[in-house]
């Protein structure tokens, strides 16, 4: 199956079609109708059957979708059933909570090393992998197949230690640090902007606030 | 001025405004050109004259936008200007590093407190804030005036939490819970659901290894 030829939006949809079916898969659930899956996800059911159809797992009308066919499916088209070596840069609070992040295992990313620059972290282990310094950066990649660096920085750095990791030849760049990274088209960035996030949600307040004449 | 007034793509785009606007101001710089702008922000110069055109907070062609009042505007226009006040719920390592996110204080976010399951970790405090136990969340909630709950726990027990905090009167709730919360019209849901982010950059990764023939 080409992934080419699915549209960039129904792409964009396939990580939450790709949660639900997991969760049915979970709770034994073998066979689904678009109705069915369209009540618990809360889209239509004819927008449903015109996604999935890409994928063709369906059976004749009335049967409903193979779950784990999709499943499957879907995950290949995600790039989950190859294994992508990571590295998290930045071993504080959010690197701990996404190194001790269960979804990583589940889907095939597996936590190579941990880099900080503050000495006292030196050697502490998170999930039996030892806290590096940054020194040792570079090498590391090279030599370990490192395919995916998840910056968890301050702003101020992360834009040297992105080049840093272009350098040492990195492919993929998961980043949490509150900046734009200018790196070359091949590297491959994926933000996670949670002021952001939390700007939407305060526009969310304020707007409700106004139309429901809550504040002056 | 009307937030109502500016259309919903323009208001999408804000935050991003906001973030650049707030480092020009930071590093001194009091008026910029659309030109400039354009360049750091790699948006075309026309998408961000017909954006801040909204905001009216421009002197004549050549003199460029005034950085100070621009910022204030989007942040007015965010909803940035009035306190919120938040619990953060789950006290692990997403809920710490929550806690000591920088970026709520800086804009008017109060943290007012902590709440787990966890007996072991009562009293402990985090910036100050002590972690509350589960059963005193209504109560807290009623009393304190809380405005928003951030929900960094398990998605097995993010539904019930949610009926919870509904049931308190919560206005938002901020979700990093891997699961969609069904709550009513009048509560704000804004979630971060990080695994999504993470099968984009595997999907982008899997292209690009497609498109380069870099596997079988």
Chains 1, 2 share one sequence.
Do not use: C
Not at 59 to 83: A, P, R, W
Not at 86 to 96: P, S, V
Not at 113 to 125: A, C, E, H, Q, S
């Amino acid at each position: 199956m080409e992934s080419r030829e699915i549209s960039q939006a129904v792409i964009r949809r396939l990580p939450r079609y790709y949660r639900y079916l997991g969760e049915l898969l979970e709770s034994g659930v073998e066979r689904i109708s678009s109705n069915d899956l369209s009540k618990r996800m809360k889209v239509t059911a004819s927008q449903i059957r015109q996604d999935l159809n890409n994928f063709g797992g369906f059976g004749q009308q009335g049967y409903g979708y193979n779950v784990k066919y999709l499943y499957t499916e879907i995950g290949k088209i995600l790039g989950l059933e190859n294994d992508h070596n990571f590295i998290i840069i930045g071993a504080g609070n959010l690197g701990q909570a996404l190194a001790n992040y269960g979804s990583f295992e589940k889907r095939s990313f597996v936590l190579k090393g941990i880099f900080d620059v503050n000495p006292t972290l030196k050697g502490m282990t998170i999930r039996g992998v030892p806290v590096r310094m940054m020194d040792e950066l570079k090498d590391y990649i090279r030599e370990n197949d490192i395919e995916i660096a998840v910056l968890t920085i301050p702003k101020g750095v992360a834009v040297d230690v992105a080049r840093e990791l272009v350098e040492a030849g990195i492919q993929a760049i998961w980043n949490f640090a509150h900046v734009d990274l200018n790196v070359p088209d091949h590297v491959i960035v994926e933000s996670v902007h949670l002021s952001e996030s939390l700007m939407r949600l305060s526009y969310n307040i304020n707007r409700y606030h106004e139309e429901h004449g809550l504040k002056g």
